[in-house]
């Protein structure tokens, strides 16, 4: 069974920075982009990051390039997500996805259950 455990997510003050980890079990991911979208209240889903299978390609929203930082370790099936200088508008729901059957931006085939990050002015 496939599983993706994300952690990491709390309660922070604008301007803090968070790591978010996503753990993958169940199958080997390390030939297999991996990424992180967030989901605010009362907003749809929205792209983040994604990282290459080899780590050596990074994506960024617009909202969150310069600030966020996606990273892997391949051999033990973990991404991480660097996020720095947060501001309250970063404040959702923030989940780790894998393997996407078409453009790295769009879906996945595989989900985490999220972790709240919540940043307060």
């Known amino acids: 069974q496939v599983q993706l455990v994300e952690s990491g997510g709390g309660l922070v003050q604008a301007g803090d920075s968070v790591r978010l980890s996503c753990a993958a079990s169940?199958?080997?991911?390390?030939?297999?982009?991996m990424a992180w979208f967030r989901q605010a209240p009362g907003k749809e889903r929205e792209f983040v990051a994604a990282i290459s299978e080899t780590g050596h390609y990074q994506f960024y929203g617009d909202s969150v390039k310069g600030r966020f930082t996606i990273s892997r370790v391949t051999d033990k099936n973990t991404v991480y997500l660097q996020m720095n200088s947060l501001k309250p508008e970063d404040t959702a729901i923030y989940y780790c996805a894998a393997d996407p059957p078409g453009s790295y931006f769009a879906d996945y085939n595989y989900w985490g259950q999220g972790t709240q990050v919540t940043v307060q002015v």
């Open positions: 169940g199958r080997n991911f390390g030939v297999s982009t």
